[in-house]
């Protein structure tokens, strides 16, 4: 657990990600999406796209090119490196992908299998996140692996933009050695379970303040801070492309 300064910031950090606007952002009032599994053999553009030409906020020291978001032969691999980036991304030194849906999905359970990047001053995620760009208030539901200690799992939720409810996880394992599922339910009943492998690992029941209600993206990304060193530890590049992998990703609703 962080102290009360370091669990702000880094609610800000996935926050900013569809509160700000730029070149290929999708439009507000998508569509509620239905249950679905994607392998990653295709970019299926009627359900995905990929950030393009834009940063995200000043704690990301990335700009999202759609070329490091690549899919085909069963994988999602999400890259970082030191590639310009288009205009609009602020003068940011390294590129990175992100993708999101294209619609938003309401109670159920979300899945991916992924392995993320180890190194310190990176988060590789996959979580659901609704806010202003989508004519609502901000809400979220995080799974995030810090590259600077990928042995653990980072879990949170926002609701009305009102976050501080993470719980770092043991994994008993390297996260960024293969390939493991992560899972999360979201009950209309009033519960959000985490799940590693199958395993129950945590759950929310609003005792720690109201959870989330509107629907949401699904997204996942790959990106470096700045700024944020008490949290992710300094970045530094280490001469090579770093790469999350994403094996396939899974809706089931409620």
Known sequence: ????????????????????????????????????????????????????????????????????????????????????????????????????????????????????????????????????SDGQPWDEIDVEILGKNTTQLQLNYFTNGVGGHETVINLGFDAAAGYHDYAFEWWNGGTINWFVDGRLVHQENGSRGPLPTHPQRIMMNLWPGIGVDSWLQPFTYPGHTLTAGYDWARYTKY
Not at 72 to 80: A, E, P, R
Not at 81 to 96: Q, V
Request: with cysteine; net charge positive.
């Open 1 to 132: 657990m962080r102290n009360a300064r370091t669990t702000t910031l880094a609610g800000l950090v996935l926050g900013l990600v569809a509160t700000l606007t730029g070149p290929g952002a999708t439009p507000a009032h998508a569509a509620i999406g239905p249950s679905f599994v994607d392998n990653f053999d295709t970019f299926d553009t009627g359900r995905w796209y990929k950030a393009d030409g834009y940063s995200n906020g000043s704690m990301f020291n990335a700009g999202w090119r759609a070329d490091h978001a690549t899919v085909g032969g069963g994988l999602l691999n999400l890259s970082l490196d030191t590639r310009s980036c288009p205009s609009g991304c602020s003068g940011k030194p390294y590129a990175a992908g992100e993708y999101r849906t294209t619609d938003l999905y309401s109670y159920g359970r979300f899945e991916a299998r992924l392995k993320a990047v180890k190194n310190p001053g990176t988060v590789t995620s996959f979580f659901t996140y609704t806010g202003p």
